[in-house]
């Protein structure tokens, strides 16, 4: 079985490791030192955000690594506040994190109150244009604020980021995404340790019958599923444990039987609330 981890091929022709680490709630402070792990861990896809307060870090921890750029896969995100000056907020993260590009700029949050997501996108392809970005998309959109995008703007966006976990699948927007060529990655996949999901007897029967642990049976359920996973463990034996998923598979049923444990049980706040 092949044991690298897999790539997703974008709409835009750029491709990007299905499995990575992210940092959302890990303190500035922590950051390098804890992304500096997953890296030795064999982690290449980092996931922040300028919210998160911590690219410097995940900026340090690359700068320190010795690890070639191009081996890198390296995501940060608009904040909502920042929608009316996207060109200066992508300036300012790009220093951060002490790089000349990015692999992929998202929009973090439709904020559809403020009105500005359109324009947000519009520079969000002329960062693209420039090659600063490689590849751009959105993320916490719904089905309404992509259609927008589609009918205003040029660029189709390569990805969309949401909630998505087996309690929260979000088939109707992943469904519509998917038909657009627009690729879904899962924020939250393990649920965030909100909810006993690794309790769920689908879960942990699967578990025991590959001996591997629950959330091993979970990020293995996303890979089999087509998402982008990245997961965040602040933790090197459970960033390790989260990264040795790539040697064994789910049986058909038992990804039917995890895709079951679907209950609209949405964790985070709801795209259209968050400003
Ligand atoms: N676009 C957005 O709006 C958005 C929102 C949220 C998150 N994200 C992105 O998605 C990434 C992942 O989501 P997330 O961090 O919210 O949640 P998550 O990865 O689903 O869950 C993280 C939680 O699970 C625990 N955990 C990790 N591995 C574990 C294991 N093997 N066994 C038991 N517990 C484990 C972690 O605790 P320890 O740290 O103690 O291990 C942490 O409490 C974020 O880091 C961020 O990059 C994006």
Same mark, same amino acid.
């Given at each position: 079985m092949k044991t690298s981890v897999p790539s997703i091929t974008l709409n835009d022709g750029h491709t990007i490791p299905q499995l990575g680490f992210g940092v959302f709630k890990v303190e500035p402070t922590e950051t390098k030192r804890i992304v500096s792990d997953a890296l030795r861990v064999g982690y290449r896809h980092l996931?922040?955000?300028?919210? &998160?307060?911590?690219?410097?870090?995940?900026?340090?921890?690359?700068?320190?690594s010795g690890i070639d750029r191009g081996e890198l896969y390296v995501t940060t995100k608009l904040w909502n506040a920042r929608q009316g000056d $996207?060109?200066?907020?992508?300036?300012?993260? !790009?220093?951060?994190?002490?790089?000349? &590009?990015?692999?992929? &700029? !998202?929009?973090?949050?439709? $904020?559809? $109150?403020?009105? #500005?997501?359109?324009?947000?996108?519009?520079? !969000?392809?002329?960062?693209?244009?420039?090659?600063?970005?490689?590849s751009i998309?959105?993320?916490n959109f719904e089905e309404a604020h992509l259609q927008r995008l589609l009918a205003e703007t040029e660029v189709v966006p390569?990805?969309?980021?949401?909630?998505?976990?087996?309690?929260?699948?979000?088939?109707?927007?992943?469904?519509?995404? #998917? *038909?657009?060529g627009i690729a879904i990655e899962a924020w939250g996949p393990l649920g965030q340790g909100k909810y006993p999901l690794f309790e769920e007897t689908v879960v942990a029967v699967a578990a025991e019958a590959h001996d591997k642990t629950p959330?091993?049976?979970?990020? #293995?359920?996303?890979?089999?599923?087509?998402?982008?996973?990245f997961?965040?463990?602040?933790?090197?034996? *459970?960033? $390790?444990?989260?990264?040795?998923?790539?040697?064994?598979? !789910?049986?058909?049923?038992e990804v039917a039987a995890i895709s079951g444990l679907e209950r609209s049980g949405r964790m985070g706040g709801h795209p259209n609330d968050v400003n």
């Open positions: 996931d922040t955000a300028a919210i &998160y307060g911590n690219e410097q870090g995940v900026g340090d921890a690359i700068a320190t $996207a060109l200066d907020a992508f300036d300012e993260s !790009l220093e951060k994190l002490g790089l000349d &590009y990015v692999d992929l &700029y !998202l929009i973090h949050w439709p $904020a559809p $109150a403020n009105g #500005r997501f359109v324009d947000a996108w519009k520079s !969000l392809e002329k960062i693209r244009e420039s090659g600063r970005a490689r998309g959105v993320s390569a990805v969309n980021q949401i909630e998505l976990h087996p309690a929260h699948q979000q088939q109707k927007v992943t469904e519509f995404a #998917r *038909r657009k959330a091993q049976v979970v990020i #293995r359920w996303h890979l089999q599923t087509g998402n982008i996973v997961p965040k463990s602040n933790s090197r034996e *459970r960033m $390790a444990e989260n990264f040795d998923v790539l040697d064994f598979a !789910l049986s058909d049923s």
